[in-house]
C-alpha cells in the first residue's frame, strides 16, 4: 500500500460520511449507469477486465460516477490509487507524486493517477504529467465537466481516449435511491423516490443529499410527502405513471387539445410535467395529436410536433418542458381535422372484410417482354403525358372505382385540399369520358414507365 492509497473500498470508518460516500459501489457489477461504455462487450469495460487500461479522461456532468468509476478501475486493475485535486495542487506536489509513482514502478507497483476537476489546470501543469504518462509510470485518470477538446492540452488529450458519461436516468436513479433507503432503514414509496429523482435531473450525488434531508425530516422508520416536500422546497404530486391517473391526465390533454382549450391543455400538461411524466412519451402523445386531430387542416402541426420531439431531446429537463408547452399551445389554437384519421381506417375497413382484388393490369410493371405479352402495364397512361399531370386512368380496382375514401372538412389547410381534389376528380372524369381530348402518346407513356414502381 502507498503512502497515497487510501483504506481499500468497504473498509473506511463510515460514520458520519454523507450517504453518496457510504453507497460508493465496491464493484464494476454494482455500478449504475453508463452502459454505453461499461456494458458487456463495451471498449471500456473489455480494457478494465482484460488489465489493459490506458490514460483516460472521464467527461461528464456532476454526480454521474466520474470518481467512483476511477476507483473501481483502480481495484479491479490492483492499481494504487491517488487522488489529486487541481484545485489544491500545484507543478510541486505534481513533482512529488511523480517521484512516489516513479519509485512504486521500480517495486512493481503501478499507479493510477486521478485528477479531478483537470481543467482547472493551466497549460504547463497538463504538460508536467506528459513524460510519466509516455514512460508508463502512472496511468492518468482525469475527470472533467467541460468539453476536454478546449480544456485539456492537445499533447495530453491525445495520449488518453475521452469517454463521454451521460446524467443518470430516472430509473437509475431510483435504483441508488432504493438503495439508500435500505442502508437508511427507512420504509419509502417508490412514488417519492421518484420525485427526488426527477429533481436531481441525473445528478446521484444531490439525489442522496435530497433523501438524507427528507429521512431526517420523517418519522423514525418511514418516509413521508411532507418531508420530501420540504426538501424539495416544492409540492410532491403523487403519480403512477401505469396507473389509473396517468390515463386519466393523457386522456384530459389530448381532449383539451381536440376541444381547442388552450388554457385546460397547458393546465394538463403542466400536471404531468410537474408530476414527473416522461417528456419523451408526453412528446410522442403530441405527435399523435397532430396527426390525429389536426391532419392536413394545417399540415404543419406534424412538422411542428416533430421539431418539438427533437428539441426535448436535445434539451432534456427543464429546458426542453418549454418546448412541450409551445407545441400544446399550438396544436390546441390549430383548426382541426380527423378526416385523415377517418380515411385510413375506412379503407382499412374495407381492406379487412372485403375481397381485396388483384392489382389491375395497368397498373403493373412488365420489366420483361413475357410480362409485356401477358397484358402487364397494357394501357398504362403516365400522368405527365397530359395536361396538369392528370390522366382519366382508373387507380382503384373495378370493383371499388369511384370509390371516394377521403373527405376533407372545410377547415385550414383542407379547404383549399378539397378544392384541388374536386379539381382533379373533376378532370379525371372528363378524360374518362371524352378519351379523344386526352393528349399524349400512349406508346411513349409506356416506353417512359419501363421499370418505373410508380
Known sequence: MSLFDPLPLGLEDQTGRPLAERLRPKSLEEYVGQEHILGPGKPLRAQIERDQLSSLILWGPPGVGKTTLARLIATRTRCDFVPFSAVLSGIKEIKEVMAAAGRGRGLGRRTLLFVDEIHRFNKAQQ?????????????????????????????????????????????????????????????AEETLLRQIAIFANGDARLAYNLLEL??????????????????????????????????????????????????????????????????????????????EDIGLADPRAVEQAIACQQTVHFLGVPEGDQALAQITLYLAVAPKSDAAYRALGETRGVIRHGTNPPVPMHLRNAPTKAMKAWGYGAGYQHAHQFEGAVSGMECLPEELAGTRFYQPLDRGAERRIAERLEEIRKSRAERRENPGSESGDSSKSDERSKGSAS
Open 127 to 187: 504538460d508536467a504529467f506528459l513524460p510519466y504518462v509516455e514512460k508508463g509510470d502512472i496511468i492518468l485518470v482525469g475527470a472533467t465537466t467541460e468539453n476536454p477538446s478546449f480544456e485539456v492540452v492537445p499533447a495530453l488529450l491525445s495520449r488518453a481516449k475521452v469517454h463521454s458519461l451521460r446524467p443518470l436516468t430516472t430509473e437509475e436513479l431510483v435504483t441508488l435511491l432504493e438503495r439508500g433507503a435500505a442502508l437508511l432503514t427507512v420504509d
Open 214 to 291: 427528507a429521512v431526517a425530516a420523517s418519522p423514525a422508520g418511514q418516509l413521508t410527502t411532507q418531508s420530501v416536500e420540504d426538501a424539495l422546497e416544492r409540492k410532491v404530486l403523487l403519480y403512477d405513471k401505469s396507473g389509473e391517473e396517468h390515463f386519466n391526465l393523457i386522456s384530459a390533454l389530448h381532449k383539451s387539445v381536440r376541444s381547442s382549450d388552450a388554457d385546460a391543455a397547458l393546465y394538463w400538461l403542466a400536471r404531468m410535467l410537474e408530476a414527473g411524466e416522461d417528456r419523451m412519451y408526453l412528446a410522442r402523445r403530441l405527435v399523435r395529436m397532430a396527426v
